[in-house]
């Protein structure tokens, strides 16, 4: 596993009609998230053109960190079990910075 800070860019699309709860679900994620240890950021971002598509752009330590995250029990608990069933859609891209 590489020992370089990582990202990760989350795009959901929200189902209508659920935007408040996956809004109240991920404020604790988020604190939780933000947490970690190993956690560098936990930003949140929503479109002006469409405010169900919300993009979180996270940023790791190394991909040890990252794993910790995806297994964490918040994560499972709360993005995995409780928002993934109100998502429409969801894309994740993990990158490493290369400039």
Do not use: C, T
Request: charged letters at 25%; a negative charge.
């Amino acid at each position: 596993m590489s020992e370089q800070a990582i990202y990760v860019y989350a795009k959901w699309q929200v189902k209508e009609g659920k935007l408040d709860e996956v809004l109240q679900i991920l404020k604790e994620a988020s604190k939780k998230s933000s947490e970690e240890e190993g956690n560098l950021f936990y930003k949140i971002h929503q479109s002006k053109a469409n405010q169900n598509i919300l993009i979180l752009f996270e940023g790791y330590e190394n991909e040890s960190a990252l794993e910790f995250h995806k297994n964490s029990e918040h994560y499972q608990n709360l993005v995995v079990k409780q928002i993934v069933p109100l998502l429409e859609n969801r894309e994740v891209i993990v990158m490493d910075q290369i400039f």
